[in-house]
């Protein structure tokens, strides 16, 4: 359905038809014409009267909603359609006017072709309409355009000079292409036409040379400016920041007399940048007073870092104080609540977009609609997908990449084939979706036809990451051999996610003679390799080579190599839970161990066997069983059951790949609480729901 038009321009569309209406009748009818020419015009006066009123309320819409961004594209189109219809005369507005307000709308809305095409319509472009456009590129990240623009309005003898707002604009363009050529040929221009010392441009030409990596002419000219604004300071301190050398930055942040609230953010941001978070949160603290930026910078800063925890914390503490958040507040935060499946978080921030009409750009889009995939709501994240006006190839890899994490290959394929009807180019991502799908289906014909396609019909040369894919795909398949012979032919060499993905397939076909070999390839590559010790430590085990087994875990022990430990998460009541293998930790561990206990006895009466080869330990059956019943996905099912209503689906996060014991137990367990369990580990949804599960066994 089509946004309908602001009240005041709906009437203006309708009393312009009806003045064209008018002016039509007038033109099919002559005869009365003349034979009324005594009579007096008062259809041409009415005409007249009309459109001047049509056009006056028109500006006044104009100016006070398209300076605001509050017009939506489709309105912005009626109104462009309108003032080619109808136009309006050059003394009522200029045409320029009009035209600068639609393109900071188009802008707004991210749209640089309807703002380039309102810019074609004009007849004199004025200084305001050159500014305008290119800011709308610039603002859009639309480099390379800019720069070509610029060049035209330069060699053409019609367009009017460049001002400083003109310069502003490019230099910004140089210095997102890191065009070290282009920006010193701008800066011998801004010298020749006298805009050298102007405060605005010399800001711009000081960050240029920081982003092409100058830095001491950035600072010399820095160092010459006879007038110093807060944003020269600001611009030297990001400068500084953005090439790592956060503490000359912050040697000239403690000598600025007059911080603002981006002195400090970016300040923040630059500590952030370079993984120094406990600094970061040291000066955020002394902060005297915070608005909504600073709190971003810190929130922004803990999610880079993946202290995922610690950037919620900060959000709801920022809304206990009632710090309303914005939009890169929510961009922020939502890979958050996406790592650690928050969904009930994510709920609430979807609900506060809509209650505050936020419009869902294509950054706020893409980040809510990632959020429910990574939560396991894959129809949650279409809703949102379908709901954004724009789209860019980012927007469709969300849709096609949770889908194949779901097990969901066909409507991968289709929504890939969706994405080309639209005019969409694929990029590497698209592509890795498509081949998880086709490897978490175990369709190896179909996932070898699409990676073969990358570079023939696309022109993406796969990187180790989608050889890694295949490879995978292969092992999983059981084709060894074929994915050995892969692995050889790369025209990379192959790293340690390559061979992994081969150990994996040995693993479950249990061929320890190549799995012996390639341990030894990835302990060339990476000596502190975990996973390889453990694998071998395993298969010895099972071969009943105990003595070997404790060799190479006495090896692990004395190169200082440590196992990753399995961790769970679970989000009850806006707050995540975090379990580790035989946890005591939680306040609720005794409910915790009884509900276990009960399922444990529930489960084996379902038939449940525990898989006690799992465990490599030389212990007794019964200390096996108990071991694995302690694993953390099992503890968070747990406190999941016992924390919340029934018919409530338990959602739960793994850092690892769920353990073969654990997918068992989680099937029966869906059946005997009646309960569907979602768990996300590290490479797939695993949906269990009535003693079945999505995967089909199958990961």
């Known amino acids: 359905m089509e946004p309908s038009l602001h009240p005041g321009l709906q009437q203006i569309a309708q009393n312009s038809y009806h003045g064209q209406q008018l002016g039509e009748e007038r033109n099919r009818s002559p005869r009365l014409i003349v034979d009324s020419v005594a009579e007096p015009a008062e259809p041409t006066v009415a005409l007249h009267h009309c459109q001047y009123h049509c056009h006056q309320r028109l500006r006044s819409l104009l100016l006070k909603c398209a300076g605001g961004g509050h017009l939506t594209m489709a309105q912005v189109l009626q109104i462009q359609a309108q003032v080619i219809t109808s136009p309006i005369p050059p003394t009522v507005v200029d045409p320029n006017l009009v035209a600068v307000k639609l393109i900071g709308v188009c802008a707004h809305h991210a749209n640089v072709r309807q703002a380039t095409l309102i810019f074609s319509h004009l007849a004199n472009p004025n200084i305001f309409a050159h500014n305008a456009i290119l800011k709308a590129m610039t603002q859009n990240s639309h480099w390379l355009l800019a720069i070509h623009f610029f060049n035209h309005q330069i060699l053409s003898p019609n367009a009017p000079n460049p001002d400083e707002f003109t310069f502003t604009s490019v230099l910004k363009a140089c210095a997102g292409l890191a065009h070290v050529l282009n920006g010193q040929k701008i800066h011998a221009l801004v010298t020749k036409q006298g805009f050298e010392f102007n405060l605005f441009v010399r ?31 600001n611009t030297l301190i990001s400068g500084y920041c953005l090439c790592g050398r956060v503490d000359e930055a912050r040697w000239v942040f403690d000598r600025m007399s007059d911080k603002n609230f981006v002195s400090w953010s970016t300040m923040i941001s630059g500590y952030a940048r370079m993984g ?54 929510l961009i922020s935060v939502l890979p958050a609540c996406a790592h650690l499946g928050a969904l009930d978080l994510g709920n609430w921030i979807d609900g506060f977009i809509s209650r505050r009409g936020m419009s869902l750009g294509l950054f706020l889009g893409n980040a809510l609609a990632d959020m429910y995939a990574k939560c396991g709501c894959i129809t949650e994240a279409r809703r949102v997908f379908n709901k954004m006006q724009h789209r860019d190839v980012v927007s469709w890899s969300i849709i096609i990449c949770g889908l194949a994490t779901h097990g969901h290959t066909d409507e991968a394929f289709r929504c890939f084939h969706e994405m080309l009807d ?6 590497d991502v698209v592509f890795m979706g498509l081949l998880t799908a086709c490897t978490h289906a175990g369709l190896v014909e179909k996932g070898l036809h699409c990676f073969n396609t990358m570079d023939k019909d696309y022109g993406i040369g796969p990187k180790v990451e ?18 050995e012979d892969m692995i050889r032919s790369m025209p990379m060499e192959p790293n340690v996610i390559i061979w992994g993905a081969l150990l994996g397939g040995c693993r479950i076909y249990r061929d320890s003679g190549r799995g012996e070999r390639v ?51 679970i989000e009850v009541d806006n707050t995540v839970h975090e379990f580790f293998m035989g946890d005591l930790s939680h306040p609720e561990s005794e409910k915790i161990y009884s509900m276990i206990r009960e399922l444990m006895w529930k489960m084996k009466l379902a038939g449940y066997k525990p898989k006690t080869d799992l465990v490599v330990h030389n212990i007794d059956e019964e200390e096996k069983e108990d071991a694995l019943s302690i694993h953390s996905e099992k503890l968070a099912i747990a406190f999941g059951l016992i924390s919340t209503a029934e018919g409530t689906t338990i959602r739960v996060v793994k850092n690892l790949r769920i ?41």
Not at 422 to 427: L, R, S
Not at 466 to 473: K, T
């Open 276 to 329: 120094r978070l406990e600094d970061a949160r040291l000066l955020f603290d002394e902060i005297p007073e915070r608005n909504v930026v600073c709190w971003n910078a810190m929130i922004a800063g803990y999610a880079q870092n993946e202290k995922y925890s610690d950037a919620m914390a900060v959000f709801r503490r920022m809304q206990q104080i009632g710090v309303v958040p914005n939009e890169v507040t």
């Open 659 to 699: 353990c073969n014991d654990c997918h068992d137990a989680a099937k029966i367990i869906s059946g005997i609480v009646k309960r569907e369990i979602i768990v996300r580990d590290r490479s797939r949804f695993h949906h269990f729901k009535a003693g079945v599960c999505s995967c089909r066994d199958y990961w």
């Open 422 to 427: 639209c005019g969409v180019k694929p990029n």
């Open 519 to 569: 341990v030894q390839r990835i302990l060339e590559l990476d000596s502190d390799h975990s996973g390889s010790y453990v694998y071998l430590a395993n298969v010895y085990s099972s071969m009943g080579r105990f003595n070997d087994a404790a060799k190479w875990r006495l090896r692990m022990r004395d190169n200082g190599v440590v196992k990753t430990p399995g961790c769970s998460w």
């Open 466 to 483: 989608h050889y890694g894919c295949v490879i995978d795909l292969l092992s999983r398949a059981g084709e060894l051999d074929k994915a």
């Open 203 to 233: 800001n711009s030409l000081i960050d240029m040379y920081f982003k092409v990596g100058y830095l001491l002419i950035a600072r010399l000219l820095f160092d010459e400016m006879c007038v110093r604004d807060v944003v020269s300071w």
